[in-house]
T-cell receptor
Framework: GDSVTQMEGPVTLSEEAFLTINCTYT??????LFWYVQYPGEGLQLLLK?????DKGSNKGFEATYRKETTSFHLEKGSVQVSDSAVYFC??????????????FGEGTQLTVNP | NAGVTQTPKFRILKIGQSMTLQCTQD?????MYWYRQDPGMGLKLIYY???????DKGEVPNGYNVSRSTTEDFPLRLELAAPSQTSVYFC?????????FGQGTRLTVV
């Protein structure tokens, strides 16, 4: 079945540092890939997505490129802020499954940014 | 457009009690889902629905039931609450890969 593997956390960075959170996936079809963010005490919010190979998703300074050859979708940001502290989830969706576009999630990576 | 709305936000149940978590969406999405999120873990799919009158089990369905009488509503029922069901529950809908989530219900079973 489909699966998503994220780098183990937690990750602690200083403000303005470069961020990479690794994500690799296994899927039988042609999945769409997502990054969700969960701020403390809140629900999940879609951060960015990519629907086909070589697509780059971007939002709020975050970027991720859909790499089919390495089955990866790593999240990057050039300069993190304290307000980026949250849990980040990588997810995939195989829109050709019978359940439509249900999501398979990674375990999540806790990011803490210190001033 | 309210998106996906869940109620209640918090609930404490005693072992053996029952309750229904409500979920409604106003985007006319056919697909709806219930996930649970345990501390430090990702989300696990409990049940899903591809349209009114159609539901199916996800990865962790034991102890739960669902119904889908309308496109808008997808309630999740816990019949005999157990401590293992202490978790945060999220409802979501989806259309072509976009999957808005509700704010979550934090449930504690004591």
């Amino acid at each position: 079945g489909d699966s998503v593997t994220q780098m183990e956390g937690p990750v602690t960075l200083s403000e303005e540092a470069f961020l990479t959170i690794n994500c690799t996936y296994t899927a039988t079809g042609y999945p769409s890939l997502f990054w969700y963010v969960q701020y403390p005490g809140e629900g999940l919010q879609l951060l960015l997505k990519a629907t086909k190979a070589d697509d780059k998703g971007s939002n709020k300074g975050f970027e991720a490129t859909y790499r089919k050859e390495t089955t990866s979708f790593h999240l990057e940001k050039g300069s993190v802020q304290v307000s980026d502290s949250a849990v980040y989830f990588c997810a995939l969706s195989d829109v050709y499954e019978t359940s439509g576009s249900r999501l398979t999630f990674g375990e999540g990576t806790q990011l803490t940014v210190n001033p | 457009n309210a998106g996906v709305t869940q109620t209640p936000k918090f609930r404490i149940l005693k072992i053996g009690q029952s309750m229904t978590l409500q979920c409604t969406q106003d985007m006319n999405h056919n697909y709806m889902y219930w996930y649970r999120q345990d501390p430090g873990m990702g989300l696990k799919l409990i049940y899903y629905s591809v349209g009114a009158g159609i539901t199916d089990k996800g990865e962790v369905p034991n102890g739960y039931n669902v119904s889908r009488s309308t496109t808008e509503d997808f309630p999740l029922r816990l019949e005999l609450a157990a401590p293992s069901q202490t978790s945060v529950y999220f409802c979501a809908s989806s259309y072509r890969g976009d999957s808005p989530f509700g704010q979550g219900t934090r449930l504690t079973v004591v």
